[in-house]
T-cell receptor, first 114, second 116 residues
Framework: AQTVTQSQPEMSVQEAETVTLSCTYD???????LFWYKQPPSRQMILVIR??????QNATENRFSVNFQKAAKSFSLKISDSQLGDTAMYFC???????????FGEGTQLTVNP | NAGVMQNPRHLVRRRGQEARLRCSPM?????VYWYRQLPEEGLKFMVY????????ESGMPKERFSAEFPKEGPSILRIQQVVRGDSAAYFC??????????????FGEGSRLTVL
């Protein structure tokens, strides 16, 4: 079975600064996807960024980028130039390319302070 | 709005009553997933359905919970004889046929069930 671990229940950052959220996962498979989802106070789940395990290049989406370390089974999210609207719960998630579900971590509550 | 639609957004039930949550997937999506989020926790997989077929229900409690996705109409998550521990946010998500294509799920806004 696959597991996803987020070891930081809460983090805070000052507006305009950079923050990194950590995620580790465990799997014996080699083909999979990794995701970061954002859940703001509205509770809507919003996809932030996606990484295919077969790609060595780290995914980037504007101010969001990942550091994907396949051998270490690590998938951290870096948010640059943090904005107040980035305040949310962030979930790391995993799915097999042959699978039928996403497995989520427990989440990291990020607060961006003015 | 062609997104995943869930209703009701909020549902209050007394212990012992039944709760029915509905989900209409995104246009063109024929696969539906239900997740439960307990307070202060992450999302836990419950069930994965195609139209008229349950693909994976390994996350569903063995009793009182059932799900369906009929040929016509929305997917329904049904909870019979609700208890206080069922209070949670229930999220529906949909995908293109075969999660393997992109791995991405598109989520609805969730249905928040409160059991008194």
């Amino acid at each position: 079975a696959q597991t996803v671990t987020q070891s930081q229940p809460e983090m805070s950052v000052q507006e305009a600064e950079t923050v990194t959220l950590s995620c580790t996962y465990d799997t014996s498979e080699s083909n999979y996807y990794l995701f970061w989802y954002k859940q703001p106070p509205s509770r809507q789940m919003i996809l932030v960024i996606r990484q295919e395990a077969y790609k060595q290049q780290n995914a980037t989406e504007n101010r969001f980028s990942v550091n994907f370390q396949k051998a270490a089974k690590s998938f951290s999210l870096k948010i640059s130039d943090s904005q107040l609207g980035d305040t949310a719960m962030y979930f790391c998630a995993f799915s097999l390319t042959s699978g039928s579900r996403l497995t989520f971590g427990e989440g990291t509550q990020l607060t961006v302070n003015p | 709005n062609a997104g995943v639609m869930q209703n009701p957004r909020h549902l209050v039930r007394r212990r012992g009553q039944e709760a029915r949550l509905r989900c209409s997937p995104m246009k063109g999506h024929s696969h539906v997933y239900w997740y439960r989020q307990l307070p202060e926790e992450g999302l836990k997989f419950m069930v994965y359905l195609q139209k008229e077929n349950i693909i994976d229900e390994s996350g569903m409690p063995k009793e009182r919970f059932s799900a369906e996705f009929p040929k016509e109409g929305p997917s329904i998550l049904r909870i019979q004889q609700v208890v206080r521990g069922d209070s949670a946010a229930y999220f529906c998500a949909s995908s293109l046929p075969g999660l393997a294509q992109t791995g991405e799920l598109f989520f609805g806004e969730g249905s928040r069930l409160t059991v008194l």
